[in-house]
């Protein structure tokens, strides 16, 4: 995963955009669409979008979905690696997304 996101960054020219040993210390809307993030070191910067990953969904929690014994293979994304061993393969993608 780290190779993967290491090579999206050189490819799209992301790794000077990123502020690497900064703490986020505050993130809140605008009013104008846009988000307020202040970091630890005293800076507020204003951004279009913010994505929070925490860590706190990492172990993987598949459900138990009748008819799953019956699929050839089912897996977590964050089992994800090489694309190669989907090659020639018919995939169905299903995001859950659970607000509390």
Do not use: N
């Not at 993967?4 to 490819?11: A, F, I, M, P, T």
């Not at 990123?18 to 307020?36: A, D, H, L, N, Q």
């Amino acid at each position: 995963t780290l190779d993967y996101l290491e090579g999206y960054c050189d490819k799209f020219g992301l790794r000077d955009l990123i502020k690497f040993g900064t703490t986020v210390t505050k993130v809140k809307p605008t009013g104008s669409g846009e988000w307020s993030v202040s970091t630890d070191d005293g800076e507020t910067r204003e951004y279009g979008a913010v994505a929070v990953a925490t860590g706190k969904y990492d172990s993987p929690d598949i459900p138990s979905i009748p008819g799953m014994d019956t699929l050839p293979r089912y897996e977590h994304s964050k089992s994800y690696g090489d694309p190669s061993s989907y090659k020639g393969q018919h995939l169905c993608g299903c995001v859950c997304v659970c607000v509390r």
